[in-house]
């Protein structure tokens, strides 16, 4: 007695190849994870991952970088048509971000009632600098999540007009980030810097 045939069994679909393109495209960052650093070497600035606005822009600078070849500075407000004028650079972090410390240095070379330095997130002042004129470390803790961090020049805040004469040393905010700018405080990822 034989049996029924056997049914064969459904032939899987054939396997598609997923192969990667062969070049993938430059990857562009519009957020700053915790691993990655960022310490101006490229020479371009704004790149995708900062916007810088306002009454002027900030400008990648190699007149004085804490190290390498570039640093950026702020711009020369005096000249703007109205005070008190700003001008801010903005980078956020990841939506996975997990927390930490911002590290970086500056040189804050201003002096009221001329010019402030000031670190917002999200907003809200976090770090006030002025009279700065050596390059300082600085950290600034970060919460979990995207956050906007904002370095703000701001010229003539008091809208003082004329302005007392500024002492000639003065030269404006050089920025400059540490080797690791994001370090978590976390065991496993920690960063080391
Ligand atoms: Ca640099």
Same mark, same amino acid.
């Given at each position: 007695m034989s049996t029924s045939a056997p049914t064969t069994p459904d032939t899987p679909p054939p396997k598609t190849?997923?192969? +990667?393109?062969?070049?993938? +495209? +430059?990857?562009?960052?519009?957020c700053i994870s915790a691993t990655e650093t960022e310490n101006f070497e490229?020479?371009?600035?704004?790149?995708?991952?900062?916007?810088?606005?306002?009454d002027g822009a900030w400008e990648i600078?190699?007149?004085?970088?804490?190290?390498?070849?570039?640093s950026i500075k702020s711009p020369d407000l005096t000249e703007a048509p109205s005070f008190p004028a700003v001008s801010t650079a903005t980078i956020v972090t990841c939506?996975? #971000?997990?927390?930490?410390?911002?590290?970086?240095?500056?040189?804050?070379?201003?002096?009221?009632?001329?010019?402030?330095?000031?670190?917002?997130?999200?907003?809200?002042?976090?770090m006030q600098l002025i009279d700065v004129n050596d390059w300082t470390s600085i950290e600034v803790d970060v919460p979990e999540g995207r956050h906007e961090i904002a370095f703000? #020049?701001?010229?003539?805040?008091?809208?003082?007009?004329?302005?007392?004469?500024?002492?000639?040393?003065?030269?404006?905010?050089?920025?400059?980030?540490?080797?690791?700018?994001?370090?978590?405080?976390?065991?496993?990822?920690?960063?080391?810097?």
């Amino acid at each position: 007695m034989s049996t029924s045939a056997p049914t064969t069994p459904d032939t899987p679909p054939p396997k598609t190849a997923t192969t +990667p393109p062969p070049t993938s +495209p +430059p990857k562009t960052r519009t957020c700053i994870s915790a691993t990655e650093t960022e310490n101006f070497e490229s020479g371009v600035f704004p790149n995708s991952l900062w916007k810088t606005g306002g009454d002027g822009a900030w400008e990648i600078d190699k007149g004085d970088t804490y190290e390498g070849r570039y640093s950026i500075k702020s711009p020369d407000l005096t000249e703007a048509p109205s005070f008190p004028a700003v001008s801010t650079a903005t980078i956020v972090t990841c939506d996975n #971000y997990l927390g930490g410390t911002m590290k970086l240095n500056v040189k804050a070379s201003v002096l009221p009632p001329a010019d402030v330095f000031v670190i917002y997130v999200d907003g809200v002042k976090e770090m006030q600098l002025i009279d700065v004129n050596d390059w300082t470390s600085i950290e600034v803790d970060v919460p979990e999540g995207r956050h906007e961090i904002a370095f703000s #020049y701001q010229y003539n805040v008091f809208n003082v007009i004329p302005l007392p004469p500024s002492p000639p040393n003065r030269e404006g905010v050089y920025l400059a980030m540490s080797k690791c700018l994001l370090c978590l405080h976390g065991f496993h990822e920690m960063v080391r810097c």
